[in-house]
């Protein structure tokens, strides 16, 4: 089945910086979903994307589905960003999560 | 717009019994998907329900089962509980289709002594 890698699995930040996480897939995918899971285990939908590029805010998101990977980034990062950030591949209906990467903003 | 909904949020259960935890979809979505989230991990793929029927199930054993409902809604079901079996278990609705992107509830945590 389809693998999914994110890095880096750990990245510490002080407020302000700015940071750009990578998830790469191991075989072609219908779409791609990034998620912000908050410290109670909500997950927030952050970009739904199976190609291109969209921004929101001070996020955005860049999808090149032909060479397999996304690339989330994090501009001008707050306190309130901190927590963990999955990206997820969309196969037959189903999400396949990659493993995550754990961020934590510092004032 | 009401979100997806789960319940109960917390459970503590023994080795050996039986849950049943339970999603409602968001307004407009007809397919339900359940997931597992081991602590530490991404959620893993249990089974998707649409039309009252399970559509395609993960690598979970049968002791894990479930249901939809007429109005979308779902359970899952797990059958003689392990302490493996301890997680958040999440709950996602979408429309059918790979177009459309799946939204999450906010889980409920099990814990099984």
């Known amino acids: 089945g389809i693998q999914v890698e994110q890095s880096p699995p750990d990245l510490i930040l002080q407020e302000g910086a700015n940071s750009t996480l990578r998830c790469n897939f191991s075989?072609?995918?219908?779409?791609l979903q990034w998620f912000h899971q908050n410290p109670w285990g909500q997950l927030i939908n952050l970009f739904y994307?199976?190609?291109g590029t969209k921004q929101n805010g001070r996020l955005s998101a860049t999808t090149v589905a032909t060479e397999r990977y996304s690339l989330l980034y994090i501009s001008s990062s707050q306190t309130t960003d901190s927590g963990v950030y999955f990206c997820a591949a969309v196969n037959t209906d189903k999400l396949i999560f990659g493993t995550g990467t754990r961020l934590q903003v510092f004032p | 717009d009401a979100g997806v909904t789960q319940s109960p949020t917390h459970l503590i259960k023994t080795r050996g019994q039986q849950v049943t935890l339970r999603c409602s979809p968001k307004s407009g979505h007809d397919t339900v998907s359940w997931y597992q989230q081991a602590l530490g991990q991404g959620p893993q793929f249990i089974f998707q329900y649409y039309e009252e029927e399970e559509r395609q199930r993960g690598n979970f054993p049968d002791r894990f089962s479930g249901h939809q409902f007429p109005n979308y809604s779902s359970e899952l079901n797990v059958n003689a509980l392990l302490l493996g079996d301890s997680a958040l278990y999440l709950c996602?609705?979408?429309?059918?289709?790979?177009?459309?992107?799946?939204?999450f509830g906010p889980g409920t945590r099990l814990t099984v002594t």
């Open positions: 994307i199976p190609s």
């Open positions: 996602a609705s979408s429309p059918l289709s790979e177009s459309y992107e799946q939204y």
């Open positions: 075989d072609s995918v219908n779409n």
